[in-house]
């Protein structure tokens, strides 16, 4: 398989790279060149998307698959999946779960209506794209909508604000029920099934996340603290008082959504499509594991946005 990805160097990106080198495929990562460098046996090809003309030599070569994970305005995705078109065999573009228009709705589908393309949303800006790459490339378009997506490399950072708050041990008030149904995806196993869509020539949308339930987050912060050997004592706090103390649900405290939000569908959706097109997601154990394995080895401190000491006095 001849494959570029349009990226390749951060996140997803990295683990596509990754797992296609391990396959033996032909790799190529276009990216600007400011974010580091893609995994070894990578060939890399420095440009900017934004930029008219930078994509041009790219389609004087043939790819069996492109795979696109922007997520900025869907002009750049327009502009990518024409240029690209004569020389792709297949355009994959990672899109979001966020372009369903109600996301409180629990069991959401492929066939859920999407949000209206005039709102000024990233929803908006990824259901604005999936329609071009539509009309670009028809049967040979696969559109992926991932939820949330954890692993090494994060990015933003979720998993790995639980991981380093749950380290500095202490009590630590957590938003309850502990048994709370949470739905997310490792980064490998997504881009090991976006290889596998792209070789198998599969077209259409996918929820591309674990099947409802596939963990807690009871179980999620218990692993955390077992990955990170803390002494932590959590302290779980009644939803209504989280929120009567003014904390936001997936931006201050990342991951939690409580059971009556109004965006409580990205961890209820249906993904039973691609479970039957052989996705796997391994145990969230695994995946905290070698998250703080890779975060404990990495060069530098990573910036964490969440929720702030006042906020977590006032819970």
């Known amino acids: 398989m001849r494959l570029l990805i349009l990226g390749g160097t951060r996140f997803l ?79 994959v573009h990672v899109s979001s779960r966020s372009v369903y228009r109600d996301l409180s709705t629990q069991g959401l589908t492929e066939l859920s209506p999407l949000v209206s393309a005039d709102v000024d949303s990233f929803g908006a800006y990824k259901a604005a794209a999936e329609h071009v790459v539509r009309a670009t490339y028809g049967d040979r378009a696969l559109i992926a909508r991932p939820g949330l997506v954890l692993g090494p490399h994060e990015q933003p950072e979720r998993l790995v604000w639980w991981l380093r708050r749950l380290a500095r041990s202490g009590e630590v008030p957590v938003p309850g029920p502990p048994e709370l149904g949470l739905q997310c995806i490792d980064v490998r196993d997504l881009a090991c099934w976006l290889l596998d869509a792209a070789h198998a020539n599969l077209g259409g949308a996918y929820n591309v996340v674990s099947r409802p339930g596939h963990t807690t987050m009871g179980a999620l912060l218990s692993a955390c603290a077992e990955a990170s050997g803390s002494r932590a004592r959590l302290r779980w706090v009644p939803p209504a008082a989280v929120l009567a103390a003014g904390v936001r649900p997936w931006s201050d405290l990342p991951i939690w959504v409580p059971q009556d939000s109004d965006v409580r569908g990205l961890h209820e959706t249906d993904a039973e499509r691609a479970h039957a097109t052989g996705l796997r997601c391994r145990p969230v154990e695994q995946t905290v594991a070698d998250t703080w394995a890779w975060l404990t080895t990495t060069a530098g401190p990573l910036a964490a946005e969440g929720l702030g000491p006042r906020l977590e006095a006032m819970m």
């Open 13 to 91: 990106g990295r683990a596509l790279a990754t797992d296609a080198v391990g396959r033996g495929w032909q790799v190529t990562a276009f990216h600007r060149g400011v974010s580091g460098a893609p995994p070894a046996g990578v060939t890399a090809v420095h440009g900017d998307r934004t930029q008219p003309g930078d994509l041009a030599p790219l389609a004087d070569r043939a790819w069996d698959a492109v795979i696109d994970t922007w997520d900025g305005p869907p002009q750049v995705v327009a502009r990518s999946s024409a240029v690209l078109e004569p020389a792709c065999g297949r355009y």
